[in-house]
């Protein structure tokens, strides 16, 4: 069993940062994907990026890239989302999720993960 704790979430206003974190614990993480994922207000869950624990490769949405990025820390396993450059689209409930052996193909699919942490509400003020 893996469980996921998220935190670092909060209100900001547009153009400002912050940096989420999920922290990890149960078993050891080697062939596991991270993947942060989100969920505005009506709207659906949406990938926004992943990391590849073994290989530290990266994935971002196209929405995020070049504004938010994945680093992690193998001895507390814990992987950081650092988000610069925020606006008020990317407000929403955002979730770290981790699952195993993941094809590439399936690393931008939530349905895909197994194990999800509760969730941090992000807020972009204007």
């Known amino acids: 069993q893996v469980q996921l704790v998220e935190s670092g979430g909060g209100l900001v206003q547009a153009g400002g940062s912050l940096r989420l974190s999920c922290a990890a614990s149960g078993r050891t993480f080697n062939n596991f994907v991270v993947g942060w994922f989100r969920q505005a207000t009506g709207k659906e869950r949406e990938f926004v990026a992943a990391?590849?624990?073994?290989?530290?490769?990266?994935y971002y949405a196209d929405s995020v890239k070049g504004r938010f990025t994945l680093s992690k820390d193998n001895a507390k396993k814990t992987v950081f989302l650092q988000m610069d450059s925020l606006k008020p689209e990317d407000t929403a409930v955002y979730y770290c999720?981790?699952?195993?052996?993941?094809?590439?193909?399936?690393?931008?699919?939530?349905?895909?993960?197994?194990?999800w942490g509760q969730g941090t509400q992000v807020t972009v003020s204007t």
């Open positions: 999720a981790a699952d195993q052996n993941l094809i590439q193909s399936s690393i931008r699919q939530f349905i895909h993960y197994d194990y």
């Open positions: 990391i590849k624990w073994s290989s530290s490769h990266t």
